[in-house]
């Protein structure tokens, strides 16, 4: 069973306006929240983290959510460009150190 | 920057073959991983290593073997290749020695098995 779930495959969005990713996890052994973003024929490139002592982490035009209780965390890119078109994926480590959990991924579509 | 490479691109193999799929990071990284991408399934971890000579089983190691014989290499070995193979496989490392810390990934090798 996937601990950590994206549960939409791809997401469309018109340029200038906010992307919404989403991402859930099962283990409340997780404490530590990556997003990463790949573009195809690439290996996945780190975009932003979360601890889980916080409940926002912003860079630039991410920002990163996190609700513990609900087991959610999203990923907010505002304003939304066509080169942010790439597939993103949500993971989780925990007290296992440096193993990472990841989600299956979505793929954002940012239309000109 | 860091700097990962993987050995090729794209790889086309028979079913029953040897398979060895190489990584090279040039950060001086203690940990190096490698996961498979496939579709809706995210990437998952095969194994990892945390030391030269070193590794540990991720999540689907069966089909699997894995070489560490220095610091910056680590070799992914299919010992006999199945069409439930063909995978895009990605290799990472990352600093080590210490928890919450990023992963740097390759480009990945997309293999074919036939």
């Known amino acids: 069973d996937q601990q950590v779930k994206q549960n939409s495959p791809s997401l469309s969005v018109q340029e200038g306006r906010i992307s919404i990713l989403n991402c859930d996890y099962t283990n409340s052994m997780f404490d530590y929240f990556l997003w990463y973003k790949k573009y195809p024929a690439e290996g996945p490139t780190f975009l932003i983290s979360?601890?889980?002592?916080?409940d926002k982490n912003e860079d630039g035009r991410f920002t990163v959510f996190l609700n513990k209780s609900a087991k959610h965390l999203s990923l907010h890119i505002v304003p939304s460009q066509p080169g942010d078109s790439a597939v993103y994926f949500c993971a989780a480590t925990g007290n296992a150190g440096n193993m990472l959990t990841f989600g299956g991924g979505t793929r954002l579509m940012v239309k000109p | 920057d860091v700097k990962v490479t993987q050995s090729s691109r794209y790889l086309v193999k028979r079913t029953g073959e040897k398979v060895f799929l190489e990584c090279v990071q040039d950060m001086d990284h203690e940990n190096m991983f490698w996961y498979r991408q496939d579709p809706g399934l995210g990437l998952r971890l095969i194994y990892f290593s945390y030391d030269v000579k070193m590794k540990e089983k991720g999540d689907i190691p069966e089909g699997y073997s894995v070489s560490r014989e220095k610091k910056e290499r680590f070799s992914l070995i299919l010992e006999s290749a199945s069409t439930n193979q063909t995978s895009m496989y990605l290799c990472?490392?990352?600093?080590?020695?210490?928890?919450?810390?990023?992963?740097?990934f390759g480009p990945g090798t997309r293999l074919l098995v036939l």
């Open positions: 990472a490392s990352s600093f080590g020695g210490v928890l919450q810390e990023t992963q740097y």
């Open positions: 979360i601890s889980s002592i916080k």
